[in-house]
């Protein structure tokens, strides 16, 4: 008898005016795979009655939801800089700490020092290696990201996907997750989940 | 009997030209609590004969010490944006996912929406939410990064050190670091390790 794979949907797109309908959308596409989408409550806790910090409502919901999950989607689409969202890498950090099979996309194909480089005054220091404005070292491995994202997602078999060309909308576009919910299909499988 | 705590020193001084010697001032201070710190290894991988990406050994290397470490503590000044270090985030949320105490410290005492503000042109949408140049909500939660970062430390009991004042060098001051060994040195104390 199949089983229905739950899948936790991190990504600033949470951060969208249109989130809740960002969100649909992919749980949408996840439904097409057989998978039922987590996303997160950012948008949707409120004021609480009681007096607790809504960031700590947030943060509980989110980590439960991360829990309960079978897998993970995270968005790693540069936001405020050359990286990916804080939040969403943390979480994915937590995932695989958790031993949670996770999938990544980028909507930005290039690689971390061409990124850091559209940003200021990088270069070369005697050595050879390319340093920011602030001196610090700009890591040069092709990777998207800072090495423990794309070495964390390449170890657990399923490479950081990018797709190639602009996207029209570099934070709603969903091709990239779409690949990533393919890798995922392929992943969980070949797995027998452990009750 | 006592016994000496592993604690895994996180942080993007690892890209400092000079790292290592960092490294020895961050292990000195460690020393003088009792502890021994574990220092990241991305400066002394090099070249592999067999040739195995570099950036996977570092990966490797990093995760092996993650996992022997008692707790963590982690620099979260930013880094290329607001926000912390995208490496040094990951390895936050990955010792929270093995269960780890970690503590942490940022060199920039301001709150997250004052320094997006800073970068652009920030404003309030009609809802009166903040929105940064790209439309995205700006977290306003007096929290100094992402809310998953500092409740994710809160969460633990050990709220995120922000020492008031510009340091006099962003990536080298320890003032921070050291509150976060008396964090740390308060809270191992209490505890039990199983071995």
């Known amino acids: 008898m199949s089983r229905t794979w739950l899948v936790?949907?991190?990504?600033?797109?949470?951060?969208l005016p249109d989130a809740l309908e960002i969100g649909r959308r992919k749980q949408a596409?996840?439904?097409?795979?057989?998978?039922?989408?987590l996303y997160p409550l950012d948008s949707t806790i409120a004021a609480d009655p009681n007096g607790e910090r809504v960031d700590r409502l947030i943060y509980r919901a989110n980590v439960a939801m991360i829990r309960s999950a079978d897998a993970g989607i995270v968005n790693l689409t540069p936001f405020r800089g050359p990286s990916a969202d804080a939040g969403t890498?943390?979480?994915l950090g937590l995932m695989i700490g958790l031993g949670k099979p996770c999938f990544g996309y980028t909507n930005?194909?290039?690689d971390l020092l061409a990124r850091t480089r559209r940003l200021g005054d990088a270069r070369r220091d005697p050595a050879g290696i390319w340093r920011d404005a602030d001196g610090m070292e700009i890591e040069d491995f092709g990777n998207a990201d800072n090495l423990m994202i794309d070495a964390g997602l390449a170890e657990q078999g399923?490479?950081?996907?990018r797709p190639r060309g602009a996207p029209a909308s570099r934070f709603r576009d969903l091709e990239g997750f779409a690949r990533c919910l393919a890798q995922a299909g392929a992943s969980l499988a070949g797995s027998v989940r452990h009750l």
């Open 8 to 15: 936790y949907l991190a990504g600033p797109e949470v951060f």
């Open 29 to 37: 596409l996840c439904a097409e795979h057989g998978f039922v989408g």
């Open 89 to 91: 890498v943390f979480e």
């Open 108 to 110: 930005d194909a290039d």
């Open 158 to 161: 399923a490479a950081l996907v």
